[in-house]
């Protein structure tokens, strides 16, 4: 059975500081996604990770997923509060549909 | 372009009143369609989805039901709501998008339902 552990569950950093959200997976997986929640609000598509090494940048977030090491990071450069958010990974599994398999999300507080 | 409604945002619902909450997709057609609940603070908890009208997959027993009578309409509801039935509740479609693979999904505003 797919599970999606993601570490740390809380961060809390100042602005112009660079850090990692890492996203560990537990078996076979097609693709690896990265969503943010703001509060109070859905969710919102970051990147979709389609194959081992794929990189994707925006901005100042940039995922990256190593399919060996069942690992995708989140790595953010000199952040800004704007980035503030709750960030998921997300895995995909088929069950005679596609899913998802979520982790828990990473609370990002980004101090002025 | 796709687009996806939940109604109503909010609701405050009293202990064994009934439930009905909606979902519609507009700019595809027949996408995956899921509900998802996550209580305050926490991950998502998928509950139903569905790969087509009629079809409903369920992923945890409970006092909740959904359907879908057309293919981009997707209803959540409960006969009597329980305490721990409250917390927001996301509607999402899954499908292609601009090339991109199927099981992106793509999610709705959501429902607060806060139960006393």
């Known amino acids: ?112 | 372009s796709q687009t996806i409604h939940q109604w109503p945002a909010t609701l405050v619902q009293p202990v064994g009143s009934p439930l009905s909450l909606e979902c519609t997709v507009e700019g595809t057609s027949n996408p995956n369609l899921y509900w998802y609940r996550q209580a305050a603070g926490r991950g998502l908890q998928l509950l139903f989805y569905s790969v087509g009208i009629g079809q409903i997959s369920s992923e945890v027993p409970q006092n909740l039901s959904a359907s879908r009578p057309q293919d981009r309409q997707f209803i959540l509801s409960s006969k009597k709501l329980l305490l721990s039935d409250s917390g927001f509740y996301l509607c999402a479609w899954g499908g292609y998008l601009a090339g991109g693979p199927k099981d992106t999904q793509y999610f709705g505003p959501g429902t607060r339902l806060t139960v006393l």
């Not at chain 1, 943010?36 to 100042?60: H, I, M, T, Y």
């Open chain 1, 1 to 112: 059975e797919l599970k999606v552990e993601q570490n740390p569950l809380f961060l809390s950093m100042q602005e112009g500081k660079n850090y990692t959200i890492y996203c560990n997976y537990s078996t076979t997986s097609d693709r690896l996604y990265w969503y943010r929640q703001d509060p109070g609000k859905s969710l919102e598509s970051l990147f979709v990770l389609l194959s081992n090494g794929a990189v994707k940048q925006e901005g100042r977030l940039m995922a990256s997923l190593d399919t060996k090491a069942r690992l995708s990071t989140l790595h953010i450069t000199a952040a800004v509060h704007d980035l503030s958010a709750t960030y998921f990974c997300a895995a995909s599994v088929r069950r005679g549909n596609y899913q998802l398999i979520w982790g828990a999300g990473t609370k990002l507080i980004i101090k002025p």
